[in-house]
């Protein structure tokens, strides 16, 4: 049982999910906001304003700094790791959603000119990556929600 309140007292672990949480409930209000639908799969998808993935490892990181100390190896493994996964989420997951949008519209194209159509099941995610500017204000948010954990 010991290991239980260890992982509930974990404030690294807490901020990380904080983070995430925040950026996954903020991304489904301005969901809402910008195209007027509610759009549950937001609370649990990629990609959007502001980036889950951001706001994790930037909570992560900071978190991990105050609790350990920013002169710590732990502290430089999960910054350089949360770099990576921003890089990614811009980089490579970002042109993967764009190439989707593409294929979906080609697929769409088709499906007109062949009377058939595919279920959704069967078309790709379009959500799976972010623009700079997401991933910065999920960075941000991820940097409040460590700080505002350890006060």
């Known amino acids: 049982m010991e290991y239980i309140n260890q ?13 995430w949480a925040s950026a996954q409930l903020l991304k489904t209000i301005i969901f809402l906001i910008v195209n007027k639908r509610l759009q549950l799969e937001r609370l649990f998808g990629d990609g959007g304003m502001p980036s889950g993935h951001s706001a994790t490892v930037s909570a ?4 991990t700094g105050l609790e350990s100390g ?7 493994l999960a910054t350089i790791l949360a770099i990576i996964v921003m ?8 042109e993967t959603g764009k190439q989707a949008k593409v294929l979906n519209e080609m697929t769409e194209l088709i499906e007109k000119l062949s009377g ?17 500017l997401q991933v910065l204000m999920g960075c941000v948010l991820g940097l409040f929600c460590g700080v505002i954990l350890h006060l």
């Open 7 to 19: 992982i509930v007292s974990n404030r690294i672990l807490i901020s990380g999910l904080i983070g």
């Open 60 to 63: 992560v990181a900071i978190s």
């Open 70 to 76: 920013f002169a710590s190896p732990i502290f430089a």
């Open 87 to 94: 890089h990614d989420a811009m980089g490579v997951r970002f």
């Open 116 to 132: 058939t159509e595919l279920s959704n099941e069967d078309k790709l995610k379009e959500f799976v990556g972010h623009t700079p």
